[in-house]
């Protein structure tokens, strides 16, 4: 499995910005997929995920109500939809795939991307 996170960028305070996640190598719509992000020196933390099979998304406190996830499994992508973006939202966001049909922990992500940078200037 191959992930390639695309998307980010620099962005003002209160603006917003879609992240892609195309994947390859895989049966994609039954696998948990999921946005995790590291801001320097910090370690890395879990933001949102979608499960497969329609399962539903789940979201960091952090980011409730301004990020949305979703995946269009015939194109094997998912996206993040960040909206009144934070200076705090400032971190490199990396995807995740995992084997099961849903995951939260990071431990149960078997593929990750290569990660894009997104940058909150305030």
């Known amino acids: 499995v191959q992930l390639q996170a695309s998307g980010g960028g620099l962005v003002q305070a209160g603006g917003s910005l879609r992240l892609s996640c195309a994947a390859s190598g895989r049966t994609f719509s039954s696998s948990a997929m999921a946005w995790f992000r590291q801001a320097p020196g910090k370690e890395r933390e879990f933001v949102g995920t979608?499960?497969?099979?329609?399962?539903?998304?789940y979201y960091a406190d952090s980011v409730k109500g301004r990020f949305t996830i979703s995946r269009d499994n015939a194109k094997k992508t998912m996206y993040l939809q960040m909206n009144s973006l934070k200076s705090e939202d400032t971190a490199v966001y990396y995807c995740?795939?995992?084997?099961?049909?849903?995951?939260?922990?990071?431990?149960?992500?078997?593929?990750w991307g290569q990660g894009t940078l997104v940058t909150v200037s305030s």
């Open positions: 995740a795939a995992s084997e099961r049909v849903t995951a939260i922990t990071r431990v149960l992500y078997d593929y």
């Open positions: 979608i499960g497969g099979n329609g399962r539903g998304t």
